[in-house]
């Protein structure tokens, strides 16, 4: 069965937005602990989020509790479609894309290449039991960590979302990158074994 794709992510996204302001700060607060409990979670090295838009589950508090060793990155958006990533701390300057997201305001040399990267968790607009991905749309995360699909992890990657953000099943296209996982506020699902 083909899925709409385009009602799919107006009908996720209207759910996601729909969390009352209390329920999202509790669900920040219960998926920075499914994160930092991955068997797989770096104690150093750098370590991607992103910046919660358009009722995104926030990665503020995982941040702050990330081990020390750990540098925390944002992604950039770079003219090759595909992502960077600049290291970046609260304070520091940032900068909004085409798209009107906020990026590190750094210099092109201080930035990293996904190769570069430990662990990056991204957000979903949906997911399935198997760990199929429903992304925005725009194949930046498809695109970036490509060669993923001759050379498996690292960087480990990590799907965060809502629990309201499951449904039954999602098609899974030649281009799209495994996830290692996709963590909720409640669980999470360990994809390494998924097909």
């Known amino acids: 069965m083909t899925v709409d794709r385009t009602a799919l992510r107006r009908e996720l996204r209207n759910r996601r937005r729909e969390l009352p302001a209390g329920e999202r700060i509790a669900a920040a607060e219960r998926l920075a602990a499914q994160l930092l409990a991955l068997p797989f979670a770096p104690s150093s090295g750098h370590v991607a989020g992103y910046w919660a838009m358009d009722g995104e589950i926030a990665l503020h508090v995982w941040q702050l509790r990330l081990p020390r060793e750990c540098v925390y ?4 958006l770079n003219d090759n479609g595909r992502l960077r990533f600049a290291p970046w701390r609260p304070g520091d300057a940032l900068v909004s894309n085409r798209h009107g997201i906020p990026e590190p305001d750094i210099a092109e040399t ?3 290449e996904p190769e570069q ?25 498809d695109r970036s960590f490509a060669f993923r699909h001759q050379r498996p ?34 669980s999470t699902l360990d994809c390494r074994s998924s097909e």
């Open 73 to 76: 990155c944002l992604p950039v």
């Open 110 to 112: 201080s930035m990293l």
């Open 153 to 186: 992890a690292p960087p480990w990657l990590v799907g965060a979302a809502f629990d309201v953000q499951r449904v039954e099943t999602l098609d899974r296209a030649d281009w799209d990158v495994a996830l290692d996982a996709v963590c909720t506020q409640s």
């Open 117 to 141: 990267m430990d662990l990056v968790v991204a957000p979903l607009v949906g997911f399935d039991g198997r760990g199929h991905r429903l992304g925005m749309g725009g194949g930046w995360y």
